[in-house]
């Protein structure tokens, strides 16, 4: 074995313990933002916030006192108005996740220093794995996954370091992360190789970083719409004079406003659509260079126009009257579930061109 292929060895075997590490760094991270919702759910501003979201017949059962010149006059408490006449809700955002206590918000601060500390070992074993092979390190399903939770974690502390309220997408993101991880290591691991002719080529660097950007922020949409889904179904049952359980409530309240959670959300996608039309576009450009055609039927060119059909279709959505609020959500969840299959279906059940990135 000479030198550069004994250097190339070791810097594989680096980076597979530095990927390791993340994992367990992360797990600190999400014992911590457990924490950080528990003991936020003990908060004083955690029962106040259920104590308004009680009926109005309950709410205005305590008085309230206000203190005069000539003495003391006992109002009612203003009932606590979760729609408007118009129908539109007009819903504070919740503290978040800490529940606005000293000890919730220690435990999420450490989270999201244990998140930092994870995406940078997470990110060293990424880089180390490009130089084990001297090349983009996103030529298999494998190295595509640890790039791929790596780029939605970093998208994540940017809007954090962006002063966004977003720290609520804490928690989801690092166990999926985990979980993206740990299939990673287990089931999609390939050893460090070169790359089959077709992919000698610098679109690599260009087409596939856009498909995992895409897909990164993509996913912090998805996240943004799940949660929304549950919070507005949670005022509505408010509105229409219900009393959600404690652990709904718990969390629930917490949580942005469902008008603030689909606004995140659209944002997000809209933000991000254009350059996922530019990756597709770019894809099409390299097979012209690669196989002498822009389009061909292959399976992941179609999916990926599917892909785009399905958030171009959310986006109209988003436009149209009829189609604003769930309907559009469920339209971006679909969106989303058309993108993991064009990753894991495609590249795992389908043959194609593609099938040199499987496992």
């Not at 305590?62 to 129908?87: M, Y």
């Not at 955002?93 to 999201?112: E, N, Q, S, W």
């Not at 794995?129 to 970093?154: C, D, K």
């Not at 993101?173 to 089959?196: E, K, N, P, W």
Request: with cysteine; charged share 15%.
């Amino acid at each position: 074995m000479n030198l550069a292929a004994a250097t190339n060895e070791s810097l594989a075997e680096a980076s597979n313990v530095l990927i390791y590490s993340s994992m367990a760094v992360y797990t600190l991270a999400f014992f911590a933002h457990i924490a950080e919702w528990v003991f936020g759910s003990r908060s004083k501003v955690g029962r106040t916030a259920a104590a308004l979201s009680t009926s109005p017949a309950k709410a205005s059962a305590a008085p309230a006192v206000k203190a005069q010149a000539g003495g003391t006059a006992v109002l009612e408490r203003p009932e606590v108005i979760t729609r408007s006449a118009a129908g539109t809700r007009d819903v504070p955002d919740g503290p978040g996740a800490a529940g606005g206590t000293f000890k919730g918000d220690l435990y999420g601060r450490i989270a999201v220093s244990l998140t930092v500390v994870a995406f940078l070992v997470e990110a060293g074993g990424v880089i180390t794995r490009a130089l084990s092979v001297q090349r983009a390190p996103w030529a298999n399903m494998y190295e595509f996954s640890i790039t791929f939770s790596t780029v939605a974690v970093g998208a994540y502390l940017v809007l954090l370091a962006l002063k966004k309220n977003v720290r609520w997408i804490g928690l989801p993101l690092v166990t999926t992360v985990l979980l993206d991880l740990g299939i990673a290591v287990t089931t999609l691991y390939t050893d460090s190789d070169q790359l089959v002719p077709a992919l000698h080529s610098y679109w690599l660097w260009i087409h596939v970083s856009t498909a995992i950007l895409c897909g990164a922020v993509f996913y912090l949409g998805a996240v943004g719409t799940i949660l929304y889904l549950f919070r507005d179904s949670y005022e509505n049952k408010l509105a229409s004079g219900g009393t959600p359980g404690k652990f709904a409530s718990s969390v629930m309240e917490r949580l942005p406003s469902a008008a603030s959670l689909d606004k995140f959300a659209y944002r997000i996608n809209a933000a991000v659509f254009p350059l996922w039309t530019f990756t597709i576009i770019a894809g099409a450009i390299w097979a012209g260079d690669a196989w002498g055609r822009y389009w061909g039927w292959d399976p992941k060119e179609v999916w990926s126009f599917i892909t785009w059909v399905a958030y171009a279709a959310y986006l109209h959505a988003r436009a149209t009257a009829g189609w604003k609020g769930r309907k559009a959500a469920y339209l971006a969840l679909l969106a989303f579930a058309c993108w993991l299959f064009n990753y894991y279906g495609v590249n795992i059940f389908v043959s194609g061109l593609h099938s040199y990135a499987g496992v």
